[in-house]
Each structure stands twice: as C-alpha cells, then as structure tokens.
Nanobody
Framework: QVQLVESGGGLVQAGGSLRLSCAAS????????MGWFRQAPGKEREFVAA???????YYADSVQGRFTVSRDNAKNTVYLQMNSLKPEDTAVYYC?????????????????????WGQGTQVTVSS
C-alpha cells in the first residue's frame, strides 16, 4: 500500500512558477510510475505528466515545454516544476502511483488505471 501526500500548491500570478511535491510512503517507490493529474471544477480529471520507474517522462500537449516532472528515489518524492503558468492551469493537482510493467511505455495517461492517489493540492493562477 502506497500513501501519497502532495504539497506546494498556492496562488500565483500568470507567468509565475510553482513546484509541487508528492511524498510517498509504503511500497517500493522506485518501482512505481508516478503521474500528475489535475481537475478543474466541472471538468474531468486530466493527465498532466508522468515519470516512469526508469525516469522516462511524458507530458500533456498543454503543458509541454512549461512543466517538468522529476523524481528523487532517495527521498521517495516526485516533483512537478510548473513555469509560465496560465489561468487555465488552475485546478486541483493530484499525484498518483502504479505499476505498468506490462505496458511498453511503463506509464499510463488514463487516470482510471492508477490505484494510489494523494489528496490533491490547489493551484490557482490569477490573470
């Protein structure tokens, strides 16, 4: 069983930056693919970024070039560095974990395939 706790959200002006952290406990952190998802009011949860167990990274088109996902296995933590933030990035951000060893890409962009979730952290970008 993996427990995930996000932190680092807040209010920032458009063009600003935030770094989200997700600390994991339980399980073998280094074996998990870690995903970042977000959900705005009235919208479905959507994929933001993911990092595989072997540190390959994947991004949604909407954040490519602005967001960077990374992991520190020694600290059991995954990060999401968010730069050039836009008002449309406003959402609750969640981290998620699961194994995807049967997948050729070792990750999924489908939130329904992740079993372990954090409680979420609010990110609000003002214009």
């Amino acid at each position: 069983q993996v427990q995930l706790v996000e932190s680092g959200g807040g209010l920032v002006q458009a063009g600003g930056s935030l770094r989200l952290s997700c600390a994991a406990s339980g399980g073998t952190f280094s074996s998990y693919a870690m995903g970042w998802f977000r959900q705005a009011p009235g919208k479905e949860r959507e994929f933001v970024a993911a990092i595989t167990w072997n540190a390959d990274t994947y991004y949604a088109d909407s954040v490519q070039g602005r967001f960077t996902v990374s992991r520190d296995n020694a600290k059991n933590t995954v990060y999401l560095q968010m730069n050039s933030l836009k008002p449309e990035d406003t959402a609750v951000y969640y981290c998620a974990a699961d194994h995807f060893f049967a997948s050729g890409t070792y990750y999924s962009s489908d939130y329904r395939r992740y079993h372990y979730w954090g409680q979420g952290t609010q990110v609000t970008v003002s214009s």
